[in-house]
Antibody, heavy 117, light 107 residues
Framework: EVQLVESGGGLVQPGRSMKLSCAAS????????MAWVRQAPTKGLEWVAT????????YYRDSVKGRFTISRDNAKSTLYLQMNSLRSEDTATYYC??????????WGQGTLVTVSS | DIQMTQSPSFLSASVGDRVTINCKAS??????LNWYQQKLGEAPKRLIY???NLQTGIPSRFSGSGSGTDYTLTISSLQPEDFATYFC?????????FGAGTKLELK
């Protein structure tokens, strides 16, 4: 069974940093691209970042470019999202998802990031 | 970015009803349209991918249709466990974009 378990969320002050992790199991992690998707309170979902299966390619939405870094450790089957210079508008539940040819196939339950002073 | 307009935002229905949820893309997405179900506190679950392909393990009362810019999710006979939020996703053009969601409530 595919499982994705996010961790690392919480309350953080504006301008500070936070690192999210996603532990994957139930599939060969190194075979799949992975992504982070977020959902602000009472808002819709938005894609944040994607990383290729081997980590050689990364992609970001414009609003997080230069502030967020997606990375992975295939030996540990873990996906990361390093978030710097956090803003109030980054407040959201962050989901880890597995990319398939048919789009985002599996999702974790999410971790809540609250950016507030 | 492709805009996905999902309707209705809220839908009130009874067990046994047939319901439809719609997503309209701002341009042709070539059937690269997925449907997801999300229950409170749970991970989103993919129901249908590429317009009309049922995810393994999803009941056959769920179906999808559409082409071009217009897509529909149909639940043929609502069951108690189907009351949830549904959203669409286009993955034809980078970046992938989502519909705003439809909250399906018990009448």
């Amino acid at each position: 069974e595919v499982q994705l378990v996010e961790s690392g969320g919480g309350l953080v002050q504006p301008g500070r940093s936070m690192k999210l992790s996603c532990a994957a199991s139930g599939f060969t992690f190194s075979n799949y691209g992975m992504a982070w998707v977020r959902q602000a309170p009472t808002k819709g979902l938005e894609w944040v970042a994607t990383i290729s299966y081997d980590g050689s390619s990364t992609y970001y939405r414009d609003s997080v470019k230069g502030r967020f870094t997606i990375s992975r450790d295939n030996a540990k089957s873990t996906l990361y999202l390093q978030m710097n210079s956090l803003r109030s508008e980054d407040t959201a539940t962050y989901y880890c998802t597995r990319q398939n040819p048919g789009g985002f196939a599996y999702w974790g339950q999410g971790t809540l990031v609250t950016v507030s002073s | 970015d492709i805009q996905m307009t999902q309707s209705p935002s809220f839908l009130s229905a009874s067990v046994g009803d047939r319901v439809t949820i719609n997503c309209k893309a701002s341009q042709n997405i070539n059937k690269y349209l997925n449907w997801y179900q999300q229950k409170l506190g749970e991970a989103p679950k993919r129901l249908i991918y590429n317009t009309n392909n049922l995810q393994t393990g999803i009941p056959s009362r769920f179906s999808g249709s559409g082409s071009g810019t217009d897509y529909t999710l149909t639940i043929s006979s609502l069951q108690p466990e189907d009351f949830a939020t549904y959203f669409c996703l286009q993955h034809n053009s980078f970046p992938d974009t989502f519909g705003a969601g439809t909250k399906l409530e018990l009448k």
